[in-house]
């Protein structure tokens, strides 16, 4: 069975910030970095949750910066998503 996940990324940085990852029940979790994964919840409560605690991550590592820097500093967030097709074997099954 597919599955995707959704990385969210800040600027061109290609190591995801926070990850979404599905659950077989149709629903989602973050695999937050510090706590690991969190209860299930729908995709658009799931990317809510993650941009939230990213921008709030990124205005404290920026308390140097001033207001307006901080500010336009949380509008360079964006989501990428990746499909897998993983079996349990992890043998490719056959088209």
């Not at 996940?5 to 979790?29: A, M």
Request: aromatic share 8%; proline share 5%.
């Amino acid at each position: 069975m597919p599955t995707i996940s959704y990385r969210l990324h800040y600027g061109q940085s290609q190591t995801p910030v926070l990850e979404i990852i599905s659950d077989p029940t149709g629903l989602y979790r973050i695999a937050w970095p510090d706590i690991g994964l969190s209860d299930l919840a729908n995709l658009t409560r799931c990317k809510q949750a993650a941009l939230e605690w990213a921008q709030h991550q990124r205005m404290a590592k920026g308390s140097n910066l001033s207001v307006a820097q901080r500010l336009k500093s949380l509008k360079n967030f964006s989501w990428s998503a990746s499909y897998s097709d993983l079996n349990r074997s992890g043998v490719p099954r056959a088209a």
